[in-house]
Nanobody
Framework: QLQVVESGGGLVQPGGSLRLSCAAS????????IGWFRQAPGKERAGVIC????????YYTRAVEGRFTIFRDNAKNTVYLQMNSLQPEDTDIYFC?????????????????WGQGAQVPVSS
């Protein structure tokens, strides 16, 4: 019953913006920490940014500072990743994930469950 589904991925040009959605069902998003991760072919999945259950950004990687943000719409039970000033090195599959509590775990293996991913190619 518990799941998250990503949407909004697709081709974007360098310098462009994209908003990904993480729609939750079977649970209420403001009871858990929700994180966004990304993974390139042949690379390990890496954390991007995390929102705790209070609505505070608890973590973000320096690579996206000033360009990406995370926010939540409780009425829609959805968490979003807003990506601005996208660069080719941002090309990845992006995943949202659900934590076992309201705090953001430090390690990928600590997250409870994951969406299927959204492809984000950044290319001209």
């Amino acid at each position: 019953q518990l799941q998250v589904v990503e949407s909004g991925g697709g081709l974007v040009q360098p310098g462009g913006s994209l908003r990904l959605s993480c729609a939750a069902s079977g649970f209420i998003v403001n009871t858990r920490a929700i994180g966004w991760f990304r993974q390139a072919p042949g690379k390990e999945r890496a954390g991007v940014i995390c929102l705790d259950s209070s609505g505070a950004i608890q973590y973000y990687t320096r690579a996206v500072e000033g360009r990406f943000t995370i926010f939540r719409d409780n009425a829609k039970n959805t968490v979003y990743l807003q990506m601005n000033s996208l660069q080719p090195e941002d090309t990845d599959i992006y995943f949202c994930a659900v934590a076992p509590s309201g705090s953001c775990p430090l390690y990928v293996s600590s997250w409870n469950f994951w969406g299927q991913g959204a492809q984000v190619p950044v290319s001209s």
